[in-house]
């Protein structure tokens, strides 16, 4: 849900500090003269399940609030338009507005965020012709008289109640209403870990963008691709499970890091699986064999390779791998198998991710494109200065 950002600047600027009463969730459309006659806020926490079944816990956050302005329903509505609001009903005495749902890639789309919606329903009298206007002199006539001291006693209370229908037949309320549900997977593995790696250290909610591009064979050219996003659920020591968004859908939780030997990078939509292929990393231990040896044996899609095929380190290298926005210089070892598949991989003995395949037959490159940090957490990286967090 998107959130404004300098639409209301200027409003903001003169209302001074939000008021506490506001829920924070509407403290962004707030505007001068507006005033606030009652809120509510309920949140709710229970056990569920997303849309491929993966255990978790949904929390419900609910909002309401009924805003009071004394000038027209239809200034109440500019201003909401102003701080980011669509129309969506129009009607003589009622317009109802909402925010809309912003356009969002995989890169920065929350899989967990199940329903989002911020709504307005303004509601003020329509008055023909110069009759608001008239009703406005008036009530500014019963001000003036008020004002005056010596007023008798009854005459006081008469005007008093006089002004304040009138104020309130003028009014307009606006009604607001807010709405979140989230999931939290809740996936437990063996030996659970804060962290793998020390290159790039990978945590629980790390993000991982990857792409698949089709190679021009003529061109020898590399097509655009879309991304697909791992989202680090679960880490343990020897075991990770990723939820996988863009393009496809899908639950992996690889229970063997140490040992596999299968990559095995091909995801299909809805896959949920507990398996031994370890994409996006290579097992760990063909990694140290291939760095402390120069060979080693892995399958690398189980549709071609029938058993483990050879796979030679044929050099170290250092690549660029985009983490928080930024380009960071990091050491890797290239390799080749026997198929003649050629590998890019982080040299990272407890974080080996592949950062580059080129998959003999398949006429495909799979590339990490970037590393998306936690929130909450930056990390200092040789030669890097530490990166804010996302």
């Given amino acids: 849900m998107s959130r404004p950002d300098d639409a209301f600047t200027k409003l903001k600027s003169t209302a001074g500090a939000p008021s506490p009463d506001w829920p924070e969730e509407f403290r962004p459309y707030r505007w001068e ?35 009071r302005e004394k000038r027209t329903g239809a200034l109440a509505q500019r201003l909401l338009e102003e701080a980011g609001m669509r129309v969506l009903v129009t009607e003589p005495d009622r317009t109802e507005l909402s925010v809309p749902r912003p356009v969002l ?64 037949g003028l009014a307009t309320q606006i009604e607001m209403r807010f709405l979140e549900r989230r999931f939290t997977p809740e996936l437990k593995v063996p030996q659970p870990v ?34 697909m996003v791992f989202h680090v ?3 343990g020591a020897r075991e990770a499970a990723v939820l996988f968004t863009g393009g496809v859908h899908g639950l992996r939780h690889i229970h063997d890091l140490v040992e596999g030997r299968s990559h095995h990078a091909w995801f299909a939509n809805r896959e949920t699986a507990r398996t031994d ?29 029938a058993g483990p095929v050879s796979i030679e380190k044929i050099g170290e290298d250092r690549s660029f791998v985009r983490v928080d926005g930024r380009p960071v ?62």
């Fill in 33 to 67: 003269g507006a005033e606030i006659t009652s809120s509510d806020v309920t949140e709710d926490d229970r056990a569920g399940r997303d849309s491929l079944g993966t255990p978790g816990r949904v929390t419900e956050r609910r909002a309401v609030a009924v805003v």
């Fill in 105 to 168: 890639g995989p890169e920065t789309e929350d899989p967990f965020l199940l329903e989002s919606r911020l709504t307005a329903s303004v509601r003020g009298r329509s008055f023909p012709g110069q009759q608001r206007s008239m009703i406005e002199a008036k009530c500014e006539a019963l001000r003036r008289e008020l004002a005056d001291t010596a007023l008798p006693a009854p005459r006081r209370g008469s005007v008093e109640t006089m002004l304040r229908n009138l104020e309130d």
């Fill in 194 to 227: 804060d962290e793998i790696g020390t290159v790039i250290p990978v945590r629980r909610r790390t993000r991982i963008v990857y792409r698949v591009n089709s190679i021009d064979q003529e061109k020898g050219a590399e097509g655009e691709a879309d991304a």
């Fill in 233 to 235: 659920v679960a880490l």
């Fill in 277 to 305: 292929a370890t994409a996006p990393w290579i097992g760990r231990a063909v990694f140290r064999e291939l760095r402390d040896h120069g060979t080693s044996e892995v399958v690398i899609h189980k549709r071609r390779d």
């Fill in 329 to 390: 210089d990091v050491p890797v070892i290239r390799c080749r198998t026997s198929r003649e598949d050629d590998l890019v991989i982080l040299d990272d003995a407890d974080n080996p991710l592949v950062l580059r395949l080129v998959e003999t037959g398949a006429e495909l490159v799979r590339t990490i494109d970037a590393i998306l940090t936690p929130p909450g957490h930056g990390y200092r990286l040789p030669g890097a200065e530490r990166l804010a967090a996302v």
